[in-house]
């Protein structure tokens, strides 16, 4: 395996055109992208000291995949989750859709430093990014045999919605990894797409906006100098 090869280069789509063609050809609307990163971001905000430590990233990640999951069903994706990576896959499409918390590189571009999962990833994404870069001896004998057996759903691409939330901003892109590090992150991608998410309508009650289907938003200009 080869994962933890140095990553290739990066293809970058960045500007609102090429962001909406880009998902469109892969037949995924940005909305989706969006409204799940302001759910993790409304969710983050929403802990209290009274909480587990940690809580508030982990609740950020769980109603993120929630909410991608959610609404790539009604896009004629189903369910699958081998070795619990929760995964959304598209047979008619050939692609596969994850959630991650990313490191502070995420949704930044023109840097030479790409992003990374915050959270390190077992031998299942491995399997996943070899899929990615078209290994031909991926099977065959150099993964387990409980992964092994997940080799029909590792056949598509596996995309990543990357979401890093702070206090006051949202950080998102819908990725392609390639590579991993020795610590088992995500530190390779081949193409990336960049996803510009408003914040949530910070005047309303947060209560309200976990009990609505819709958030209300309004638009933020990020500064990422």
Same mark, same amino acid.
Not at 143 to 154: A, D
């Given at each position: ?28 609307? !940005? ?11 409304? %969710? @983050? ?16 990640? +769980?109603?993120?995949? +929630? ?13 699958? !989750? ?33 992003? @990374?999962? @915050? ?12 899929? =990615?870069?078209?290994?031909? !001896? ?21 995309? &990543?919605?990357?979401? +890093? ?25 081949? %193409?990336? /797409?960049? /996803? %510009? ?8 009650? /947060? ?9 209300? /938003? &309004?638009? @933020?200009?990020? =500064?990422?100098?």
């Amino acid at each position: 395996m080869n994962a933890t090869a140095e990553p290739t280069s990066c293809l970058e789509f960045v500007s609102p055109i090429a962001v909406r063609n880009k998902l469109s050809a892969l037949g995924i609307p !940005d909305a989706i992208f969006v409204k799940a990163a302001q759910r993790a971001f409304v %969710e @983050k905000a929403n802990f209290v000291i009274f909480d587990p430590v940690g809580a508030d990233g982990t609740d950020a990640w +769980r109603y993120a995949v +929630r909410e991608v999951r959610q609404q790539l069903d009604r896009e004629g994706f189903r369910l699958d !989750d081998p070795n619990n990576l929760p995964l959304s896959v598209c047979d008619s499409r050939q692609i596969n859709v994850t959630v991650s918390s990313g490191d502070q590189m995420t949704g930044v571009f023109g840097h030479p430093k790409l992003p @990374k999962s @915050k959270n390190i990833k077992g031998a299942m994404f491995l399997a996943a990014i070899d899929r =990615n870069l078209d290994q031909d !001896d991926l099977f065959p004998d150099s993964l387990p045999e409980n992964i092994v057996k997940f080799g029909q759903t590792l056949s598509y691409p596996t995309w &990543v919605f990357l979401v +890093r939330i702070t206090e006051e901003e949202i950080f998102a892109e819908f990725s392609l990894p390639s590579s991993m590090d020795a610590a088992g992150h995500i530190d390779g991608w081949s %193409e990336r /797409i960049l /996803i %510009e998410v408003p914040l949530p309508d910070e005047a309303r009650n /947060i209560a309200d906006d976990l009990d609505s289907d819709a958030i209300d /938003i &309004v638009p @933020k200009i990020i =500064n990422r100098d």
